[in-house]
């Protein structure tokens, strides 16, 4: 097992390593969850039915996941 010195690392610069390797489709999956997080929410703040906020956190994960499979589709890599 290799020992590692970690006393010089910079948090900051790890930070914007790790930003850096953030795509659009790790957003688009993380707008899933959101979107029904952000539906519930403002169903709670307006005291709506719960189907009515289900159906509009459905209807945002559904215009992330169609525009992350149809509109913008995947390509692949021209290095490969």
């Given at each position: 097992?290799?020992?590692?010195?970690?006393t010089?690392?910079d948090?900051?610069?790890?930070?914007?390593?790790?930003?850096a390797?953030?795509?659009?489709?790790?957003l688009?999956?993380?707008?899933?969850?959101?979107?029904?997080?952000?539906?519930?929410?403002?169903?709670?703040?307006?005291?709506?039915?719960?189907?009515?906020?289900?159906?509009?956190?459905?209807?945002i994960?559904?215009?992330?996941?169609?525009?992350?499979l149809?509109?913008?589709?995947?390509?692949?890599p021209?290095?490969?």
């Amino acid at each position: 097992m290799v020992q590692r010195d970690i006393t010089g690392i910079d948090l900051e610069s790890r930070l914007a390593d790790y930003a850096a390797t953030i795509d659009r489709y790790d957003l688009l999956l993380g707008l899933i969850p959101a979107g029904f997080a952000v539906a519930v929410l403002v169903g709670r703040l307006l005291d709506l039915p719960v189907e009515t906020t289900l159906l509009w956190g459905v209807a945002i994960a559904a215009i992330a996941l169609l525009d992350g499979l149809f509109v913008r589709p995947p390509t692949k890599p021209r290095n490969v």
